[in-house]
Each structure stands twice: as C-alpha cells, then as structure tokens.
C-alpha cells in the first residue's frame, strides 16, 4: 500500500482537468511508500508524455514515481507504460477521465495495482 497527501490529489486532480484532454504527466516526490509533492518537470503534454527531459528533473529532490492522466475511462498502464515505469521509481499512478478520487490507480514497477490511502 502506498500512502498520498490529499492535498497532492486534489493538485492532480486540477492539473488533469486543465489539460484535457491532453495527458498530464509529472513526478511523485516523497519517502518510500508516502507521496508528499508534486515534481513538475518540463513535458510535452500530448498523447505521449515520454518525451518530457529527463536532464530537467530537481535533482534535489526524493523522486519516487510517476503519475500520468488519460483521456480516457481507462485507468490500466499501457504497454508503453509499463515499459517506461521501471526506470522513473516504484510508485506509478494513473487518473482516468473524467479526474476524480475514485479513477486514480496506483501500480508498482511491473504494473500491479497497489492500494493507495490518502493521508
Ligand atoms: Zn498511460
């Protein structure tokens, strides 16, 4: 199980919703199992979100994961997902439309559903 401050939801929530129906992708910053921030990194928000840099990212800061919209009622990792989870940390969630508490999923590494509890 995986633990997320509700102030970082309702921060993803926002982001999502604002760019719809781009996906919005940024990473999870915290200590081991507890998300505690938002990394905002410079992405293209698109159908694609792999090509925000990597170089960019605070490096200062405890990235732990990713967390990434879809425009879609889907909330499962692609197989594009799942190829990128496993070098941007252990923690992966993904908000499906139309953004609410309830479409957030939260994976692991090898893309299995976590519990995640909002802190
Ligand atoms: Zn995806």
Not at 39 to 52: C, H, L, R
Not at 59 to 84: M, V, W, Y
Request: glycine residues 6%; aromatic residues 10%.
């Amino acid at each position: 199980m995986y633990k997320i401050k509700n102030e970082v939801i309702e921060s993803i929530i926002i982001a999502a919703r604002n760019v719809y129906p781009d996906e919005f992708f940024s990473m999870l910053g915290g200590t081991e199992d507890k998300i505690t921030e938002l990394v905002i990194v410079p992405a293209t928000f698109g159908e694609n979100f792999s090509s925000y840099r990597l170089d960019l990212v605070p490096f200062d800061k405890n990235i732990i994961g990713t967390i990434h919209s879809h425009p879609s009622p889907n909330n499962n990792p692609s197989r594009a997902d799942l190829e990128s989870f496993a070098a941007k940390g252990k923690i992966h969630l993904i908000i499906s439309h139309p953004y609410t508490l309830d479409t957030i999923r939260a994976y692991d590494t090898e893309g299995n559903r976590k519990q995640l509890k909002v802190i």
